[in-house]
């Protein structure tokens, strides 16, 4: 069945660096994917979306990137923050099953001092 | 702000007993949803909804069933809750359309013993 996956369950990254969190999709017609942030104790939170007629959308401090041709998105945080620290979801919009998406297992984003 | 409620945060209930998961959304919206959230996992959709009185199974609806008796509030009940249902359950709600940004409650962790 459909599937979205990410490449790494944890990730530990300093203060002030740069964090990416990648996740590939497996439905090719998938055209609309969504980055969600968990942080402990919440609900996901919406953080940016992206389009399959885009490669590439910038937030405020957060891009995401989209590569069609193997089925792969990223998110990257710029100068990540103490409050960055949470679980990171990539979903995929899934347009034969109603008005829903597909998941990722989720990334654990922790920022070290 | 979208505001999505769920009626509890924590819930411990015995092998066999009927559960009841209560949630309430106040932007009007559409549709709601259901999911079940284990490590590793991520989230994968038990049920959904897209009108009052109206739901449609997702990926893991054995042991489950919902009702949408009012535009606002969508339940989730376990019939015979088994210890396999030990999970975080999150509830979320979006407007019409199908890409439509997904809004999230904070979850309610369900322990069955």
């Known amino acids: 069945g459909e599937s979205v996956g990410l490449h790494l369950p944890t990730l530990s990254v300093q203060e002030g660096d740069n964090s990416i969190i990648n996740c590939a999709y497996s439905?090719?017609?998938?055209?609309?994917f969504i980055w969600y942030k968990q942080e402990s104790g919440k609900g996901p939170q919406f953080i940016i979306d992206i389009r399959s007629n885009m490669d590439k959308r910038q937030g405020q401090r957060v891009t995401v990137l989209l590569n069609k041709t193997v089925k792969h998105l990223s998110l990257q945080i710029a100068a990540t923050q103490p409050g960055d620290s949470a679980v990171y979801f990539c979903?995929?919009?899934?347009?034969?099953?109603?008005?829903?998406?597909?998941f990722g297992p989720g990334t654990r984003l922790s920022v070290l001092p | 702000d979208v505001k999505v409620t769920q009626s509890s945060r924590y819930l411990v209930k015995r092998t066999g007993e009927k559960v009841f998961l209560e949630c309430v959304q106040d932007m009007d919206h559409e549709n709601m949803f259901w999911y079940r959230q284990d490590p590793g996992l991520g989230l994968r959709l038990i049920y959904f909804?897209?009108?009052?009185?109206?739901?449609e199974k997702g990926d893991i609806p054995e042991g489950y069933s919902v009702s949408r008796e009012k535009k606002e509030r969508f339940s989730l009940i376990l019939e015979s809750a088994s210890t396999n249902q030990t999970s975080m359950y999150l509830c979320?709600?979006?407007?019409?359309?199908?890409?439509?940004?997904?809004?999230f409650g904070p979850g309610t962790r369900l322990t069955v013993t």
């Open positions: 979320a709600s979006s407007g019409i359309g199908g890409e439509a940004e997904q809004y």
């Open positions: 439905n090719s017609a998938s055209d609309y």
């Open positions: 979903a995929a919009y899934r347009d034969n099953y109603g008005q829903n998406f597909v």
């Open positions: 909804s897209y009108d009052v009185k109206m739901k």
